[in-house]
């Protein structure tokens, strides 16, 4: 089997990344193989072997996506998914750690852990400081008429996903003006 064409818009937060995952009516995490090579794709440096926790990754993944959607819809989500994203975040705590050179002072995070629970951790941690930031209003459905894709509003007039899907829509309105049916010839 080989690797999907995975729905990675690649400019999003890896947590928004991770819930479109689940598009369309299709898991592109199913198998170990299809979870490292998204993993190689959206996050090259956490790559090891995410694959063999590939159903903590799906299980995270449904919370996400079930967080983003209830954000999108306006309305509260499950708890069992608010609680398993509090577990993962949980399970990989950082801290903030002071790193001082001849360019001076400078805060980096660290994880108090390694390999996929750290992942995981700050994959979670992502959709909660997404969903409590600044940005949480911006969360979004891509509005093209064949797209589902969840993504954060950059602009104030961004209603797609993509420039693709802004294509794509503009096209399809533009052919139902010009050729709609009651036209005369």
Partial sequence: MSDPEFPVLGTEPVAVELANTLYDGTDYLRTAAWVDAWFALVRPAETAAMGRVAADVRA??????????????????????????????????????LDWSAGGPAAHWADTTDGSTATLGRIATCCIELLTGPR????????????????????????????????????????????????SS
């Fill in 60 to 97: 995270l993944r449904d919370s996400v996506h079930h967080l983003l959607t209830a954000a999108v819809e306006g309305r509260t989500p499950d708890a069992a998914a608010v609680e398993r994203v509090n577990a993962f975040a949980a399970a990989a705590p950082t801290h903030l750690r």
């Fill in 136 to 183: 949480a209003g911006g969360v979004r459905r891509c509005q093209s008429p064949d797209c589902s894709l969840i993504f954060v509003q950059s602009h104030p007039r961004r209603r797609w996903c993509h420039p693709s899907c802004a294509h794509r829509d503009r096209q399809a309105r533009y052919y139902r003006r010009h050729h709609s049916t009651g036209a």
